[in-house]
């Protein structure tokens, strides 16, 4: 069978999804996909959206980073955060989402622009992924 073991860990849960045949990560250069019998990599994860394929059934999950480590048909996304799609409160995210283009555009001395505008990504790229 062409699947392979996938677990995402983050500093508060562990998600075991099990055998599946697609994963498809935000890198920091762009998007790529893994699936079995991958090459082995450590791979760097940025803000985006996880897609994973299982059984022919797609979900969608929200990170804001961490690594990709792929060896022997098992991957672990070692990431920050990881929200599935229908754990997102949508309103809450549009909400962090409208906080953070204030900031910006408060352009604030005491306020960290690059902080802000990761804030901002954050947000929007869970707002993107709730309404998969």
């Known amino acids: 069978m062409n699947t392979f073991h996938l677990e995402i860990v983050t500093p ?6 099990g055998q599946v045949s ?6 920091l250069d762009g998007s790529f996909g893994i ?10 994860l940025g803000i985006g959206e996880i897609k994973v394929t299982h059984q022919g059934k797609d979900t969608f999950l929200a990170t804001s980073g961490g690594f990709a480590d792929v060896k022997e048909n098992k991957v672990q996304l070692l990431v920050e ?13 549009e909400s962090s ?5 204030d ?10 622009p690059m902080r802000a505008e990761a804030s901002l990504l954050r947000a929007l790229n869970r707002v993107k992924v709730a309404n998969r």
């Open 12 to 17: 508060t849960r562990i998600l075991d999804e």
């Open 22 to 27: 697609y994963v498809r990560c935000p890198g």
């Open 35 to 44: 699936m079995a019998h991958h090459t082995n990599a450590i791979i760097s």
């Open 81 to 93: 955060t990881a929200e599935r799609s229908e754990e997102i409160q949508t309103n809450r995210a």
């Open 97 to 101: 989402a409208n906080r953070a283009k």
């Open 103 to 112: 900031r910006l555009h408060a352009r604030e001395k005491e306020i960290d």
